[in-house]
């Protein structure tokens, strides 16, 4: 095939790369299954934990190994000496994406089966990632505040404990429940690009903690989710509800992408949105934000208004993590605590029938040339 005869998919934009079994994304009728379960009703009736566990084992749990799965995260939850070491050593001007991508590095670099990547394994590494986060996320906003860390608690459920670790007190159940159902919501969404980078690592049989670190880079952009960090300099940007209208036609105007809007596979709206702004609603309703929920609404229908372009998951969540507390540079690294589930997942399928991923491009440099001798050349 000859140059001009090769189609370009800019973006890998709707090519399909690989089968998946662990989620479907369906822009006709909108919908998000894990395993075949609607997110929705995941949300609605099931805890971060048993996702998590269908996500890794394909069938919900039973109470017995919800109590099993439960203790082992549990009891994970404590940081080596050496990464709270390593954590303390770099300067609070460092985003917290870099310092929870450099402290997983760590975790990786000490963990005894770092080497081993059968499926029993990674879900081993799986597992203390998704008990060592939340302590690492939380030790990161403590530390930059001048707070003493907080240990974790072996008897609260993972979202309880990660706020108590985070605020050194349990916000009222209205509140862990809307955090959970974020996690619930960003925990899997098939080959988007952090989980794609993911797979590629894993496609060359490099290690769990790799593939994770490489999904975190590839998380942190804004494109992705660093959006959600995005949407609150956003509001605050815009201030008040009455100047959304005025601001966007001046953000479009310079060529500014609207952070929180849009999706490369929805096109009609994302299939979480109404699930987590429900649970923004709640927040607004318990910490009393009427104001910023007006910016929220006032943005979103000027966007449908000029540009018919609908809000993401990143929109709500933004909001929601800043009312239960949270400094905005931490809210991508809230992703990482949740969709580390989905990276696993996918680390683990990818390697049940891997194969060597490597596209092709097309070269478009100089035409073949020679190097002339050296003298005359320098
Ligand atoms: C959890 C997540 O990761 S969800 C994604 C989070 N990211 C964001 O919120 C960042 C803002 N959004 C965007 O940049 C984009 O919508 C993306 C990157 C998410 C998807 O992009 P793509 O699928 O490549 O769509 P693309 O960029 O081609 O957009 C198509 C058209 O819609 C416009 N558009 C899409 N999103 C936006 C936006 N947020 N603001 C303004 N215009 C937009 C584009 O400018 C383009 O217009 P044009 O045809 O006139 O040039
Ligand atoms: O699917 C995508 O491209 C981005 C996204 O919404 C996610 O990763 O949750």
């Known amino acids: ?88 050593d770099l300067p609070t001007t460092a985003h917290p994406m870099d310092v929870l991508r450099t402290a997983v590095s760590v975790i990786g670099a000490l963990d005894p089966l770092a080497s081993k990547s059968t499926s029993e394994a990674n879900l081993q590494k799986g597992v203390a990632l998704l008990a060592q986060i939340p302590s690492i996320v939380a030790y990161d906003q403590r530390r930059r505040r001048g707070q003493e860390i907080v240990r974790p608690r072996d008897d609260l459920g993972f979202s309880a404990n990660f706020l108590w670790m985070t605020f050194g007190e349990l916000p009222e159940e209205a509140v862990v429940d809307a955090f959970d159902v974020s ?69 479009l105007a310079s060529k500014r992408k609207i952070m929180g809007f849009g999706h490369r596979v929805y096109k009609n709206g994302d299939s979480r949105v109404p699930t987590m702004k429900a649970s923004l609603d709640v927040l607004v309703d318990h910490y009393d934000a009427g104001p910023l929920k007006a910016i929220y609404d006032a943005l979103e229908q000027a966007m449908e208004e000029r540009k018919q372009i609908k809000p993401n998951l990143d929109f709500p969540s933004g909001p929601a993590y800043h009312l239960i507390g949270f400094d905005t540079e931490m809210f991508t690294p809230l992703f990482v605590a949740s969709r580390v589930v989905g990276w696993t997942a996918h680390v683990i399928e990818q390697l049940e029938s891997n194969s060597l991923i490597r596209p092709l491009s097309v070269y478009d440099g100089p035409d073949e040339r020679h190097v002339a001798p050296r003298e005359g050349r320098l």
């Not at 049989?205 to 490489?214: G, K, Q, T, W, Y």
């Open 1 to 88: 095939m000859t140059d001009t005869e090769t189609t370009i998919h800019k973006g890998l934009a709707g090519v399909v790369v690989d089968r998946t079994a662990i989620s479907k994304v369906n822009p006709e009728t909108n919908s998000l299954l894990y395993r075949g379960y609607p997110v929705q009703e995941l949300a609605k009736a099931c805890t971060f934990e048993e996702v998590a566990y269908l996500l890794w084992h394909g069938d919900l749990p039973d109470a017995a190994q919800l109590a099993e799965f439960e203790t082992l995260e549990r009891s994970l939850r404590d940081l080596a000496p050496a990464v709270h070491r390593v954590i303390d």
């Open 183 to 251: 996690m619930i919501l960003y925990a899997e969404h098939s080959f988007n690009a952090s989980t794609f980078t993911a797979r590629v690592v894993t496609s060359t049989l490099s290690d769990l903690h790799s593939a994770i670190v490489a999904g975190i880079g590839a998380l942190k952009g804004p494109l992705h989710g660093g959006a959600n960090e995005a949407v609150m300099g956003v509001i605050d940007e815009i201030g008040t509800a009455s100047r959304a209208e005025e601001w966007l036609d001046e953000a």
